[in-house]
């Protein structure tokens, strides 16, 4: 079987082409998880632009905040039916992938 380092898993993913990923769930907030996952196709909501949500509206006189950016370890992704993305959004943490498209991946 195949090996995959994080860096060229992100890149299969951000490829804009379904992909199949198996995954441990984790939910910080409520200290569940565990659970291993498999999707069949997603594709990442990066790789999708014409998809995603419009942004949220701002206050006219909203200063921007100068707040430092918090960098999560999470992907969004689009569950796709027979090759065509769905409106269900599934988030994924980085650390709790195991494999993507039947390789698996070397920490």
Do not use: W
């Amino acid at each position: 079987m195949e090996l995959l380092d994080l860096t060229k898993a992100l890149q299969e993913m951000d490829s804009g082409k379904p992909f199949s990923i198996s995954c441990v769930s984790l939910d910080v907030k409520r200290k569940t998880g565990g659970k291993k996952k498999f999707y069949s196709e997603l594709v990442a909501m990066s790789a999708a632009p014409n998809l995603r949500q419009p942004p949220a509206k701002r206050k006219r006189n909203s200063k921007p905040s100068t707040a430092p950016v918090k960098q999560n370890r999470t992907r969004k992704f689009f569950l796709c039916i027979s090759g065509v993305p769905t409106a269900t959004i599934i988030q994924i943490h980085l650390c709790g992938i195991l494999e993507v498209n039947g390789k698996k991946l070397a920490l």
